[in-house]
């Protein structure tokens, strides 16, 4: 009887340990530094914790770090605080292995301890704008014009806006709920004419959408019932034609529209962007599919998997999985009318003129040309030709040739293997 007395008092007093120790945590605006001893409760402790899981010699998280620095107070001071945190990830393997960190540095946003990654901007006035959107109302409620442009303002361009301009909040909310990582929701109670000629919108209710990163602006008039609703705020969180890019493409792939892929060479070069805008006009007209484009100079690997030994540009129709569509005498838009050619595309498959292909992987003139400099493939030449004349040269002069047994040539095999796959395994982490 009194071992279990003493274990239960024994069990009371690592929980008042561990309360205690949750309770050391203060929002100053300093970075909180973090291991296993305390990272489950600092966790607990914050409804909105950022986590950067760093290495000392990893460039990258070095000029990171000044920049959390300064972030810290700011965030810090915010009506509903977000606290910044650091993981020295290189000494607590652990604690990376259970957050899958496998490269340098990795930043997780903790939201009521449910962790995502964050990929947004590494300034410290951007970062703090962009996190904002995470510690804000589901739905901000706005009483005036001053109000409403305030909030346009501080919104920055990172995410969509979404204003109901004489809508109740109960109208829009399990929406702010439901893609609160997405998108900034507001209702604007007062409001004067000159500010729905600023939103361009003549009547109300109006739900309007903007997204500043693209100068886009659209407005719904109803029927405000949820799945018109719901459609209108999906539709928009995209912008009309989506750059392609790792950040995107999770946006893309949350989308259960089918998506019209533009490749092109560069998506930096005048006549990509001249192309853009026809693709804006045709996604205007075509909003059951998302519209996005791909430079292969800035996504190589990723475009190398739609065949690009076609004529560039090229367009495509994907479903986000391991297979794709072309249209028949169409799959190349290269040349003058490119927007007569982008609707023949587009007529081709709504009159299911398709072929069906899957993903392939780079061609091996590519690979070679990607792995290695050119130079360096014709000095491989250059001397496979010499060590061959050689060759030749002795085997007039030499009677006898050694061959090698069955043993000694496993032997050279397994060494040869062994030494491959030691040089590189996936998931080594990279700065």
């Known amino acids: 009887m009194r071992t279990r007395v003493l274990v239960v008092y024994s069990v009371f007093l690592l929980i008042q340990f561990w309360r205690g120790e949750a309770e050391t945590f203060s929002v100053d605006g300093k970075v909180l530094i973090l291991d296993e001893s305390n990272f489950d409760s600092a966790i607990a402790s914050f409804d909105h914790i950022l986590v950067d899981f760093y290495a000392p010699w990893c460039g990258h998280c070095k000029r990171l770090s000044p920049e959390l620095d300064a972030a810290a ?20 393997t652990g604690l990376a292995k259970k957050h899958d960190v496998d490269a340098y540095p990795t930043i997780l946003l903790f939201n009521h301890g449910v962790p995502t990654e964050y990929r947004g901007p590494r300034k410290a006035d951007l970062l703090v704008r962009y996190l904002k959107k995470f510690a804000a109302s589901d739905v901000s409620i706005l009483d005036s014009d001053s109000a409403v442009n305030t909030f346009v303002e501080e919104a920055g361009p990172f995410f969509p806006i979404f204003i109901g301009f004489g809508l109740n909040n109960s109208v829009i909310e399990n929406f702010g709920i439901k893609y609160k990582k997405n998108a900034w929701f ?3 109670k007062d409001f004067s004419e000159d500010l729905m000629v600023l939103y361009d919108f003549d009547k109300i209710p109006a739900l309007v959408s903007l997204n500043q990163q693209y100068n886009e602006r659209n407005t719904f008039y109803g029927p405000f019932e949820e799945e018109f609703l719901e459609d209108f705020v999906r539709q928009n969180l995209i912008p009309l034609v989506v750059p392609v890019s790792p950040e995107t493409l999770k946006l893309v792939k949350a989308d259960g529209r089918k998506i019209v892929l533009t490749i092109v060479e560069d998506e930096d070069e005048e006549r990509s962007k001249e192309l853009i805008k026809l693709l804006k006009a045709a996604a205007s007209a075509n909003r059951d599919l998302i519209f996005g484009y791909l430079g292969v100079n800035q996504l190589e690997e990723f475009a190398e998997k739609f065949d690009i030994d076609t004529k560039l540009p090229k367009m495509v129709i994907w479903d986000k999985s391991d297979e794709y569509l072309t249209v028949v005498d169409s799959e190349s838009i290269e040349g003058e009318d490119q927007g007569t050619q982008i609707s023949k595309f587009l007529e081709g498959y709504r009159e299911g003129r398709i072929v ?25 030449v250059f001397v496979v030709a010499v060590l061959m004349l050689i060759q030749s040269f002795s085997k007039g002069g030499d009677e006898y040739q050694s061959v090698p047994n069955q043993v000694q040539t496993d032997h050279a095999s397994s060494s040869v293997s062994e030494v491959e796959s030691k040089e590189y395994k996936p998931g080594d982490k990279e700065d």
Request: no cysteine.
């Open 73 to 92: 107070p700011v965030l810090a001071a915010l009506k509903e605080p977000i606290v910044i945190a650091k993981v020295d990830a290189d000494k607590h």
């Open 186 to 188: 507001s209702v604007a």
């Open 356 to 380: 069906k292909k899957s993903f392939s992987g780079p061609s091996l003139m590519r690979f070679i040309r990607r792995s290695f400099d050119i130079r360096m493939v014709y000095i491989v």
